[in-house]
């Protein structure tokens, strides 16, 4: 997710292995979590492989974690010129996936009682006081609900939070909040940035 908040990067459960050993390779559960590494291994390049013929994808790195115990699997190259192997060591873009976290972070705090769901930004960035998007609540943030904001940040933004908080004290919406959902990176930053200030935290160390 582009941002100027975000630009920083659990484990999954035996019963996780199980069901994607279960549901998605055609093995039943029980013995899904039984098997070793190389049944492990032999299950995901059973999916792989074919997944990653059907969509063109050069490479691709699938990690499963079950009792504290982590298996890595490695296929293709970094890029599609073939060059260099993908290993344990190449760094993908997290993407989207930031947003499930961050919501996840958002929901953790709420937990603890130190984000409050229905508070408006500017209790936590009183610079956004009186902006339209305070009119927003921290859930409409989650929800993209928040007045229509837009998929991606302006190509103009700089890349620092002045120029953000900026973005944010001027943008109009189009939709009242709670009216309008839109998929929206603006949306999911901010509600990132509320979170790590409700934790006291930058957002890298809050994640």
């Known amino acids: 997710m582009p941002s100027p908040m975000h630009r920083r990067l659990h484990r999954t459960s035996a019963t996780f292995l199980g069901l994607f050993l279960g549901l998605f390779l055609g093995l039943d559960a029980t013995a899904a979590l039984a098997i070793d590494e190389a049944g492990i291994r032999a299950a995901v390049d059973k999916t792989i ?42 760094l993908f873009e997290v993407g989207s996936v930031t947003k499930v976290l961050t919501a996840t972070l958002a929901a953790y705090a709420a937990s603890l009682g130190k984000l409050s ?76 940035w509320v979170t790590a200030r409700a934790l006291g935290q930058d957002y890298s160390a809050a994640m």
Request: glycine letters at 8%; a negative charge.
């Open 117 to 192: 769901l229905d508070a408006h930004p500017s209790r936590y960035l009183p610079a956004l006081k009186g902006a339209a998007i305070d009119k927003a609540t921290a859930l409409q943030l989650a929800s993209y609900t928040a007045g229509d904001l837009p998929l991606q940040f302006p190509d103009s933004l700089e890349g620092d939070d002045a120029a953000a908080l900026n973005y944010f004290r001027h943008w109009q919406p189009t939709a009242a909040p709670g009216v309008v959902r839109s998929y929206s990176n603006p949306s999911l930053a901010l509600l990132g």
């Open 49 to 90: 492989g074919p997944l990653m013929s059907q969509h063109d994808i050069p490479g691709m790195a699938v990690a499963i974690t079950v009792d504290g115990r982590a298996y890595v699997f490695n296929y293709g190259f970094m890029s599609r010129r073939g060059q260099e192997p993908v290993t344990d060591h190449t």
